[in-house]
T-cell receptor
């Protein structure tokens, strides 16, 4: 049981390049999320998917797109990277049990845009 | 809109008790969670409160007052390994009947020997 996995762990891009961050979970969770974390800013929600086949914008969706490929996988795409997108990106999935929701986070992808 | 306020930094000595407060303003409030994050690591879940009162899990306790839009995380018998960032997060209703989290900016806890 690997939990939430993310690839790649590190990436350096030039301005204008594109890339896709991959995320997969093996816990059979319905909901998945993409966050970015910048110093002093906490975790900000980019996009989320409440269930397979649905995606919705979070707080900071501009410059990003997502795909919920199946129940396990939720990818984040940067079409034309900008230095402002330099950040640490976390994917998470969540379960709701007994009225309590627990989010499980992947190890993160550290992205530098030059 | 949504906002959460928590102190940016708290310091304490090993063995002490520390309380990290969180006040929030949000519509469609459903519950308050706490997460711990060590430097370079991923956030990990600590506790969740949907109803008023205190929830205890070992050395950690979390409290919620819905009428005051306020909660806190209480850490007892502090250990050096508790040095980390702690985030409160509200779970709120969103469009389409789903619920999404909004995180505070985090509190850096520094535990001294």
């Amino acid at each position: 049981n690997a939990g939430v996995t993310q690839t790649p762990k590190f990436q350096v891009l030039k301005t204008g390049q594109s890339m896709t961050l991959q995320c997969a979970q093996d816990m059979n969770h319905n909901s998945m999320y993409w966050y970015r974390q910048d110093p002093g800013m906490g975790l900000r929600l980019i996009y989320y998917s409440a269930s397979e086949g649905t995606t919705d914008k979070g707080e900071v969706p501009n410059g990003y797109n997502v795909s919920r490929l199946n129940k396990r996988e939720f990818s984040l795409r940067l079409e034309s990277a900008a230095p402002s997108q330099t950040s640490v990106y976390f994917c998470a999935s969540s379960e709701l049990a007994g009225g309590m929701e627990t989010q499980y986070f992947g190890p993160g992808t550290r992205l530098l845009v030059l | 809109g949504q906002s959460l306020e928590q102190p940016s930094e708290v310091t304490a000595v090993e063995g002490a008790i520390v309380q990290i407060n969180c006040t929030y303003q949000t519509s469609g409030f459903y519950g308050l969670s706490w997460y711990q994050q060590h430097d370079g690591g991923a956030p990990t879940f600590l506790s969740y409160n949907a109803l008023d009162g205190l929830e205890e899990t070992g050395r950690f306790s979390s409290f919620l007052s819905r009428s005051d839009s306020y909660g806190y995380l209480l850490l007892q018998e502090l250990q050096m390994k508790d040095s980390a960032s702690y985030f409160c997060a509200v779970k709120r209703s969103a469009s389409g009947g789903s619920y999404i989290p909004t995180f505070g900016r985090g509190t850096s806890l520094i535990v001294h020997p």
